[in-house]
């Protein structure tokens, strides 16, 4: 279906609540004119998107006119030209604050995929703490964008799909918004995994008459027997969705028939005295089946989920589940945090002061103590899991852990100190070991000591489950065991490079180091030593870079390859001059690669010469602020130097046909080899081409630049600042 302006606005004037639609039809008109030209992959006008985003939003959750404003103008920042600003003035601070919580970080200069949509899914939780609107607007986008799905690559789908299941089935399920959820997970089988979909479909459609009949006939005599009530209650019927079967199937290896909720008969009330009530009609009407009661009321879920669940089975020998909720927690249970838009006025976007978000506050202080973004996209996948445990402190409080949490969890979840003193814990009264895994009901007594000198050992990282613990441990190291961390972290980075065969570079460890945020080697250390830092990915990166650097060196000239080895005194083909220094070899950094002509500076490592930097390179500003600043000296290029250097250039453009071979005879007219060329789509129908040249200097680099913004077609040519 494709979703148009009129849609959108009839669906408004059917509504009961007040809609401000000059506004919405002017953030479609800036929206329309912004997409205008643009295509999605199914051949749509790419307008129908934000419209069906907007659509959804008033049509499941009734959001108010800044939300579905914001829904229009969702992908006007992050694919046009058109800036936050322009969004501000024209439609004020609320919706421009909306979008940019959706809006992406393409102008993040991140190293790796993971690493762009872990701060992605960080930008997504910050803004989600300072206005929930964000979220609810992210998950129409991706419920619509499941739905379209079939135009798009099968590893696109697969990506999609898997990405879907991981972050936002999870945050779905966490506000609430149940329907949202089910749909999200069921789409997103169909790709992960289509034979086990269709056979768990048509193992539905096999029995559907006798389903529909079987759930008809349980509702009538449910409701003859509680007619009495009033108002008459509200009875529906439901099949379990095809992603919660599969779990029980495949995951769990049930056989279709030991499933005894596919079939649900929902009962909806007006009091919870009316729901335990009926608990005991139910009870009495069908057998109930052992240890398949779960009273949700008395015990609600992290996310506000309430209902009595029973599992019966009546006289044709068949189970099925009863649920039994109020009205009010119906409507919790199907929209969650967003039935207070489709049922109230509508609430604050604020969650400052709103205890049922505390779990988004809490992921978001967890990563502060991480210094490696890419543990945040999994840590976030556990804090999101969807099964949990609810177990009690001796004083019977109640603890909700996510399902597989153990001991050490549990104390971290009580408190800091609780988790930090720890010297062991007792389950039902008897002592059991730190990865001992709690189950619902356990009772868990936590044995503290008194020491001030006492604090949590290393290995409980790797023991604990959730993120909020192993945070709370690294933590603790990062702040009490400084210069153990920096021994341990060395020991460790120095063996796995012994055994990798990599040879020690401080240069290149300190390049790594500032991609991670950290400014010194010694910083590197301790944050590999307290876990802050993955050491398997250190180890990657270096290899990648020492394999790239072999390969770079393999492919230089002979001269070239003798001055990077050479010193000094053979400046005329070393290319570089340095202050002070008669015999040095010297190495072009691989952060900011410098040509001839560009303005330089050198860096001295240990026992590896010099490193040659741009001085507008960022690793220059932070050395220079550094412990390390006394190992900078003045550098310049050598008169008549002979060297070859690499330099990317990035080019956007049009895109059409024979685009790539007229870029590469533009390069090629100047007689200039071509290194490595990598081409791609962009959403706007644009194409991005990144080509590697080698180049004498800076002005055969500029001439190239000329040429190639002379070709038919191309919007921009330019340098990159990391090559």
């Not at 829904?71 to 919706?95: P, Y």
């Not at 290194?675 to 590697?692: M, P, Q, S, W, Y």
């Given at each position: 279906?494709?979703?148009?302006?009129?849609?959108?606005?009839?669906?408004?004037?059917?509504?009961?609540?007040?809609?401000?639609?000059?506004?919405?039809?002017?953030?479609?008109?800036?929206?329309?004119?912004?997409?205008?030209?643009?295509?999605?992959?199914?051949?749509?006008?790419?307008?129908?998107?934000?419209?069906?985003?907007?659509?959804?939003?008033?049509?499941?959750?009734?959001?108010?006119?800044?939300?579905?404003?914001?829904?229009?103008?969702?992908?006007?920042?992050?694919?046009?030209?058109?800036?936050?600003?322009?969004?501000?003035?024209?439609?004020?601070?609320?919706?421009?604050?909306?979008?940019?919580?959706?809006?992406?970080?393409?102008?993040?200069?991140?190293?790796?995929?993971?690493?762009?949509?872990?701060?992605?899914?960080?930008?997504?939780?910050?803004?989600?703490?300072?206005?929930?609107?964000?979220?609810?607007?992210?998950?129409?986008?991706?419920?619509?964008?499941?739905?379209?799905?079939?135009?798009?690559?099968?590893?696109?789908?697969?990506?999609?799909?898997?990405?879907?299941?991981?972050?936002?089935?999870?945050?779905?399920?966490?506000?609430?918004?149940?329907?949202?959820?089910?749909?999200?997970?069921?789409?997103?089988?169909?790709?992960?995994?289509?034979?086990?979909?269709?056979?768990?479909?048509?193992?539905?459609?096999?029995?559907?008459?006798?389903?529909?009949?079987?759930?008809?006939?349980?509702?009538?005599?449910?409701?003859?027997?509680?007619?009495?009530?009033?108002?008459?209650?509200?009875?529906?019927?439901?099949?379990?969705?095809?992603?919660?079967?599969?779990?029980?199937?495949?995951?769990?290896?049930?056989?279709?028939?030991?499933?005894?909720?596919?079939?649900?008969?929902?009962?909806?009330?007006?009091?919870?005295?009316?729901?335990?009530?009926?608990?005991?009609?139910?009870?009495?009407?069908?057998?109930p089946i052992p240890y398949r009661f779960k009273d949700y009321i008395a015990?609600?879920?992290?996310?506000?989920?309430?209902?009595?669940?029973?599992?019966?089975?009546?006289?044709?020998?068949?189970?099925?589940?009863?649920?039994?909720?109020?009205?009010?927690?119906?409507?919790?249970?199907?929209?969650?945090?967003?039935?207070?838009?489709?049922?109230?006025?509508?609430?604050?976007?604020?969650?400052?002061?709103?205890?049922?978000?505390?779990?988004?506050?809490?992921?978001?202080?967890?990563?502060?103590?991480?210094?490696?973004?890419?543990?945040?996209?999994?840590?976030?996948?556990?804090?999101?899991?969807?099964?949990?445990?609810?177990?009690?402190?001796?004083?019977?409080?109640?603890?909700?852990?996510?399902?597989?949490?153990?001991?050490?969890?549990?104390?971290?979840?009580?408190?800091?100190?609780?988790?930090?003193?720890?010297?062991?814990?007792?389950?039902?009264?008897?002592?059991?070991?730190?990865?001992?895994?709690?189950?619902?009901?356990?009772?868990?007594?936590?044995?503290?000591?008194?020491?001030?000198?006492?604090?949590?050992?290393?290995?409980?990282?790797?023991?604990?489950?959730?993120?909020?613990?192993?945070?709370?441990?690294?933590?603790?190291?990062?702040?009490?065991?400084?210069?153990?961390?920096?021994?341990?972290?060395?020991?460790?980075?120095?063996?796995?490079?012994?055994?990798?065969?990599?040879?020690?570079?401080?240069?290149?460890?300190?390049?790594?180091?500032?991609?991670?945020?950290?400014?010194?080697?010694?910083?590197?250390?301790?944050?590999?030593?307290?876990?802050?830092?993955?050491?398997?990915?250190?180890?990657?990166?270096?290899?990648?870079?020492?394999?790239?650097?072999?390969?770079?060196?393999?492919?230089l000239p002979i001269d070239v390859e003798k001055t990077i080895a050479d010193?000094?005194?053979?400046?005329?083909?070393?290319?570089?001059?340095?202050?002070?220094?008669?015999?040095?070899?010297?190495?072009?950094?691989?952060?900011?690669?410098?040509?001839?002509?560009?303005?330089?500076?050198?860096?001295?490592?240990?026992?590896?010469?010099?490193?040659?930097?741009?001085?507008?390179?960022?690793?220059?500003?932070?050395?220079?602020?550094?412990?390390?600043?006394?190992?900078?000296?003045?550098?310049?290029?050598?008169?008549?130097?002979?060297?070859?250097?690499?330099?990317?250039?990035?080019?956007?453009?049009?895109?059409?046909?024979?685009?790539?071979?007229?870029?590469?005879?533009?390069?090629?007219?100047?007689?200039?080899?071509?290194?490595?060329?990598?081409?791609?789509?962009?959403?706007?129908?644009?194409?991005?081409?990144?080509?590697?040249?080698?180049?004498?200097?800076?002005?055969?680099?500029?001439?190239?630049?000329?040429?190639?913004?002379?070709?038919?077609?191309?919007?921009?040519?330019?340098?990159?600042?990391?090559?």
């Open positions: 279906m494709i979703y148009t302006i009129d849609m959108l606005i009839d669906k408004i004037e059917e509504s009961e609540k007040s809609y401000d639609i000059d506004k919405i039809k002017a953030a479609y008109a800036l929206a329309d004119e912004a997409h205008r030209g643009v295509l999605r992959s199914s051949g749509d006008p790419y307008i129908s998107h934000p419209v069906a985003v907007a659509y959804i939003l008033l049509d499941k959750f009734c959001m108010d006119t800044d939300t579905i404003c914001a829904a229009l103008l969702h992908d006007v920042v992050e694919d046009t030209d058109i800036g936050l600003d322009v969004i501000q003035k024209k439609f004020g601070e609320d919706v421009a604050r909306l979008v940019d919580g959706v809006t992406k970080i393409g102008q993040v200069p991140l190293n790796t995929r993971e690493e762009q949509h872990a701060e992605n899914i960080r930008k997504i939780l910050i803004a989600m703490s300072k206005d929930i609107r964000v979220i609810i607007i992210k998950l129409a986008d991706r419920l619509h964008n499941m739905r379209t799905l079939e135009s798009r690559p099968p590893e696109k789908q697969r990506k999609t799909s898997l990405e879907t299941m991981n972050f936002y089935a999870p945050i779905a399920h966490r506000l609430g918004i149940s329907d949202v959820k089910e749909e999200m997970e069921d789409i997103a089988l169909r790709y992960l995994d289509p034979y086990g979909f269709k056979e768990i479909e048509s193992q539905l459609d096999l029995h559907k008459d006798e389903r529909n009949s079987f759930i008809d006939k349980i509702k009538a005599m449910i409701s003859e027997r509680i007619s009495d009530i009033q108002p008459p209650p509200i009875i529906e019927g439901r099949v379990k969705s095809i992603y919660s079967i599969y779990k029980k199937v495949y995951v769990k290896g049930k056989d279709f028939s030991e499933i005894y909720d596919i079939y649900a008969v929902r009962v909806i009330l007006q009091t919870v005295v009316e729901c335990y009530n009926v608990l005991g009609i139910i009870h009495d009407m069908f057998r015990m609600p879920k992290p996310n506000r989920y309430q209902s009595l669940h029973t599992t019966v089975i009546g006289r044709e020998g068949i189970p099925f589940e009863v649920q039994i909720r109020t009205q009010e927690m119906h409507n919790t249970a199907q929209y969650g945090v967003a039935a207070h838009w489709k049922y109230k006025a509508g609430i604050q976007g604020s969650v400052a002061g709103e205890k049922r978000f505390d779990w988004i506050r809490q992921i978001l202080e967890q990563q502060q103590e991480a210094d490696d973004v890419e543990q945040i996209s999994e840590a976030i996948k556990v804090d999101l899991a969807p099964d949990d445990v609810y177990v009690f402190t001796p004083k019977g409080d109640v603890i909700t852990l996510p399902a597989g949490s153990n001991v050490i969890d549990f104390a971290y979840a009580i408190h800091t100190e609780v988790g930090n003193k720890m010297t062991g814990a007792k389950v039902g009264g008897r002592m059991v070991s730190f990865d001992h895994t709690l189950n619902t009901g356990d009772i868990v007594e936590i044995l503290t000591s008194g020491s001030e000198n006492y604090g949590p050992n290393r290995n409980w990282g790797e023991i604990a489950k959730t993120n909020e613990a192993k945070a709370k441990i690294r933590s603790w190291f990062k702040r009490e065991r400084r210069e153990e961390n920096i021994e341990c972290g060395k020991s460790a980075l120095d063996r796995e490079m012994r055994r990798n065969g990599i040879a020690d570079d401080e240069d290149l460890l300190l390049e790594i180091a500032h991609r991670q945020r950290i400014e010194t080697i010694d910083d590197l250390y301790a944050a590999i030593g307290y876990g802050g830092v993955q050491l398997t990915k250190i180890i990657t990166r270096l290899k990648e870079e020492q394999a790239r650097q072999q390969k770079q060196n393999a492919a010193n000094n005194k053979r400046a005329q083909k070393n290319g570089v001059i340095l202050d002070g220094i008669d015999d040095c070899a010297v190495k072009y950094a691989q952060c900011c690669n410098p040509l001839p002509g560009d303005d330089i500076i050198g860096f001295v490592t240990r026992g590896y010469g010099v490193s040659i930097h741009k001085t507008d390179c960022p690793n220059v500003a932070i050395g220079l602020s550094g412990e390390n600043k006394d190992r900078w000296i003045k550098a310049h290029w050598a008169v008549n130097s002979s060297s070859a250097f690499r330099a990317t250039i990035d080019i956007i453009a049009e895109d059409r046909t024979a685009l790539i071979a007229d870029v590469t005879t533009a390069i090629a007219s100047n007689r200039i080899p071509i290194h490595e060329i990598n081409a791609h789509f962009l959403k706007n129908g644009n194409a991005n081409i990144i080509v590697t040249v080698e180049v004498s200097g800076i002005e055969q680099l500029k001439n190239i630049i000329q040429r190639l913004q002379k070709v038919p077609g191309v919007i921009s040519a330019e340098r990159t600042g990391k090559q």
